[in-house]
């Protein structure tokens, strides 16, 4: 796409690039977080919880787009595999920050640093 002499779809592959580049450095940081942390303490103590909470995290967040791609006309068997796609992605995240123990971090659970 070129608007009055100025190539688009340059920038756009560049942000495309940039933007699945800052998602996987995300996840290989926190995989490697996990790795070396591997607090299991809230998954052990509450696995009811833990359960819902990635049911909540598969489904919540992919709700709003799958809706929204589905009334723009696209086939319903390509949206629900974005759907799945995105819930698995933000249900891996979610294990992963539990085991890496940024959750505790961040919300200050029982975080041994004194705050």
């Given at each position: 796409?070129?608007?009055e002499g100025?190539?688009?779809?340059?920038?756009?592959?560049?942000?495309?690039?940039?933007?699945?580049?800052?998602?996987?450095a995300g996840l290989v940081y926190?995989?490697?977080?996990?790795?070396?942390?591997?607090?299991f303490t809230f998954i052990t103590a509450h696995p009811f919880a833990f359960i819902m909470e990635c049911i909540a995290m598969f489904a919540l967040p992919g709700?709003?787009?799958?809706?929204f791609i589905i009334t723009q006309g696209v086939k319903s068997s390509i949206a629900f595999k974005w759907f799945y796609a995105l819930g698995i992605?933000?249900?891996?995240?979610?294990v992963l920050l539990h085991v890496s123990g940024l959750y505790?971090?961040?919300?200050?659970?029982?975080?041994?640093?004194?705050?």
């Open positions: 796409m070129v608007i100025f190539d688009v779809s340059r920038y756009f592959h560049i942000f495309n690039t940039l933007t699945i580049v800052v998602i996987l926190v995989a490697v977080l996990a790795a070396f942390v591997r607090d709700l709003p787009i799958l809706l992605k933000f249900v891996i995240f979610h505790k971090v961040w919300f200050e659970l029982d975080s041994g640093l004194g705050i």
